[in-house]
């Protein structure tokens, strides 16, 4: 049994006012006896006071990204063993926003998933086409190279605990959900390539489902049977909203 996970990613947004605030109103709204993991990934400057927000709650304390370096002469990197050692317990990799924006290869992406396992951290790989690549029919093709770039990078047992998440580009910020059928297949294709290595680690991970997960369109989306929670980013930043998204994840544990 796959237990569902919320992620919200807060992205470039926060203060240190407004994240006490965020935080006090999750971990309020959150009922104790709560069937769903839940986690914040702030900016990399908030980790270490988010940690402290968190203290004594279960809720989980995730980074948005790493470098792919341990330790040197690379300005302005955070290293996976530095986000472990103010808390993190996992590492988002591969978000689109870094592919394309960022331009980080899957090269990268793999190296970095690499970099995340060897701190002792657990990775959320982030893949996803974009609209053009959907267009072209083109989604399982992309999906399967990003995840191939890391499952050839690294022995299948390092995917055991750690999660997927499977995020349309066109999904992205754009209020353009993928219908909970479309999101369905692509999340049942990636579980197909990482079975085709190991059923056992394919039949326990954990995939996501990000791109304008709301309220109101969560319950359809978790209610599919390899969708198993969601990335959440613009949502996340509403306490409210993003407890209710939990609680729809939490339903379908
Ligand atoms: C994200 O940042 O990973 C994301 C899915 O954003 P949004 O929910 O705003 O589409």
């Known amino acids: 049994m796959r237990r569902p996970l919320v992620a919200g990613n807060w992205k470039l947004n926060g ?12 971990r309020t709204g ?18 270490a006071d988010a940690r402290a927000a968190l203290d004594g709650s279960s809720i989980l304390l995730g980074a948005q990204d790493t470098s792919a370096e341990d330790a040197g002469a690379y300005t302005g990197d955070v290293a996976a063993r530095m986000l472990r050692d103010v808390g993190c317990t996992h ?3 591969g978000h689109s ?3 394309h924006l ?3 290869s899957d090269t990268l992406v793999a190296r970095k998933f690499r970099a995340v396992r060897s701190a002792g951290l657990q990775p959320i790989l982030c893949v996803g086409e974009t609209l053009e690549e959907r267009q072209g029919s083109a989604t399982e093709h992309v999906v399967a190279r990003q995840l191939g770039a890391v499952l050839d990078d690294i022995a299948v047992e390092e995917v055991a605990s750690s999660i997927i ?3 349309p580009v066109w999904a ?12 369905q297949d692509v999340h049942a294709r990636i ?40 990335l959440v980013g613009g949502a996340s930043l509403d306490a409210a909203e993003f407890v209710r998204i939990c609680g729809a994840a939490a339903r379908n544990a």
């Open 15 to 26: 203060s240190r006012a407004a994240n006490v605030s965020l935080l006090r109103s999750i």
């Open 30 to 47: 959150l009922p104790a006896d709560w069937h769903c993991d839940v986690m914040v990934c702030p900016p990399f400057v908030y980790l």
């Open 91 to 93: 590492v988002i990799v």
């Open 97 to 99: 926003e870094r592919r």
């Open 102 to 104: 960022r331009g980080e």
């Open 165 to 167: 998440a499977y995020e």
């Open 172 to 183: 992205i910020g754009t209020g353009h959900t993928a219908t909970p059928e479309q999101a």
């Open 191 to 230: 579980r197909a390539i990482v079975a085709a290595r190991d059923a056992r680690i394919a039949a326990e991970l954990r995939i996501l489902y990000g791109g304008s997960v709301k309220s109101s369109n969560a319950a359809g989306l978790f209610a599919m049977p390899d969708i198993d929670g969601g």
